[in-house]
């Protein structure tokens, strides 16, 4: 009998311990630390006196925060969702895209990839150890502005 239940045990165990193998754990960006990147960088544009809209978005593009100045153009809404989106999508900074298309060394084509894809510079995306966790999208501002922007509020991860 005893032998029989530590039997049954051991194969629980192992059962269990195979069942482990089969999920991978992979890191996320929750829905807190997308309103925190997005307040530090909110805060970022409004001492630099910039109207511009933020956007995070997780890893398959859906939208996590975003925060809008009153004043911003209506069109930054889209354009910062569209760069967060690009930025994760292709997992680098959308002006590095832009720069490469420019070079010739990415086709032009790229841009009707997807409807959501904007080569314009304030697009970044967000990696947590090497995997792309998602992307963060600044319009409203020139574009070394926005990507200054973006990277502000990105400084949090790293503390």
Same mark, same amino acid.
């Given at each position: ?121 304030? @697009? ?10 998602? @992307? ?24």
């Amino acid at each position: 009998m005893k032998n029989n239940i530590l039997l049954t045990l051991l194969l629980l165990m192992s059962t269990m311990i195979n069942a482990q193998e089969k999920f991978t754990q992979i890191p996320i960006l929750t829905g807190e630390t997308a309103l925190k990147i997005v307040q530090v960088a909110a805060e970022q544009a409004q001492k630099d006196g910039l109207y511009v809209t933020i956007t995070i978005v997780d890893r398959s593009g859906q939208t996590l925060a975003v925060s809008r100045h009153h004043n911003a153009g209506v069109h930054t809404i889209r354009a910062s969702y569209k760069k967060a989106y690009t930025a994760c999508s292709q997992k680098r900074e959308t002006a590095e895209i832009a720069k490469e298309i420019k070079e010739g060394n990415i086709p032009e084509d790229i841009r009707f990839l997807d409807e959501n894809v904007l080569m314009m510079d304030g @697009g970044i995306p967000i990696f947590n150890n090497g995997i792309i966790v998602g @992307g963060i999208g600044v319009g409203g501002a020139h574009g070394n502005e926005d990507v200054r922007i973006a990277k502000a509020g990105l400084k949090i991860l790293s503390k």
